[in-house]
């Protein structure tokens, strides 16, 4: 994949307290909310910590740096994907052929700036400038910039917002602080639509040849990324200053590494099958996509 040259999910923010801002504020309803204290949102269970030998044998400080770790950059990601969402929405306003489909992604964009209101105040180090935290975001700006309609409401709307679904809702079970859990709801709440009318569009147009194939592209990257961020490894090696294959090994074997793995491909085989599309799911077999 070539790497791209720009991210939107990196597009400046103004100085605090200038008119555009207010005024922003205003429209949306939110308040400049101070961020909230530095606070645990998911615990160790979350990560399946707890069943490590290595984690267990850690100082309490430095288990919390672990989890702490997790943590944050699951709202970073959070907070990109929601960026991405507005320009998404702005790309496909400017595609869409009905006045209809128009409205619903202007509707689209304006719900992912909410969504990024609502996490905001969570994030652990403030607005976070790192892109590179997990694969999924260069895979974003790369659909962003080369996709076309068909091929971004199959992966984005039907695959990654269907994934988003599954993943927002274990998020807001799991998680500690009743103000975030709640915020997971509300945008939980909107991603149903926006999953839904995804799935409403790719039943109405059939994808030619060059579609077809520039999704198999495009989805094969998206599930390479979800499969090899492994972050709960990268949390940990980081804490004890790097791991030797053997403690990797057996800390992937404890916190059940492979049966996450399995679930994670399960859920995306199915939400590729549930597009109809058989020839993308086939041939993503066949080039050993969904292995690990
Ligand atoms: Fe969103
Ligand atoms: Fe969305």
Redesign the pocket.
């Known amino acids: 994949m070539e790497k791209p040259q720009e991210h939107s999910m990196l597009c400046p923010n103004l100085e605090p307290n200038n008119s555009i801002s207010n005024l922003l504020n205003k429209l949306t309803k939110s308040s400049n909310t101070s961020p909230y204290a530095k606070q645990v949102y998911w615990d160790a269970n979350r990560y399946n910590l707890q069943k490590s030998n290595l984690f267990n044998s850690l100082s309490d400080e430095k288990q919390l740096e672990v989890v702490l770790r997790l943590n944050k950059w699951s709202l970073e990601l959070i907070y990109f994907i929601e960026k991405f ?1 507005l320009n998404y929405g702005a790309k496909m306003t400017l595609n869409a052929e009905s006045e209809e489909e128009k409205s619903l992604y202007s509707l689209f964009s304006a ?2 700036v909410n969504h990024r209101i609502l996490i905001e105040p969570f994030l652990i180090d403030g607005k976070p400038k790192d892109i590179t935290i997990h694969p999924l975001l260069d895979a974003l700006a790369v659909c962003l910039r080369e996709g076309s309609k068909e091929t971004m409401t199959f992966t984005i709307q039907v695959i990654l ?1 269907g994934f988003g679904l599954m993943h927002y809702t274990h998020l807001k079970d799991s998680c500690a602080n009743k103000d975030l859990a709640q915020a997971f709801h509300l945008i939980l709440k ?2 149903v639509n ?1 999953h839904g009318m995804g799935v409403a569009l790719t039943k109405k147009s059939m994808l030619n040849k060059k579609q077809t194939s520039e999704v198999t592209e495009m989805t094969s990257l998206f599930v390479r990324s979800l499969i090899d961020a492994g972050w709960v490894l990268k949390s940990i090696s980081e804490t004890c200053g790097g791991l030797t294959k053997d403690q990797a090994d057996q800390f992937k074997k404890e916190t059940l590494w492979a049966e996450s793995q399995t679930f994670k491909i399960n859920k995306m085989s199915q939400l590729i099958r549930k597009t109809g599309s058989n020839e993308v799911f086939e041939t993503l077999t066949k080039n050993g996509v969904f292995s690990f």
């Open positions: 969402g719900d992912e917002e909107d991603e926006h």
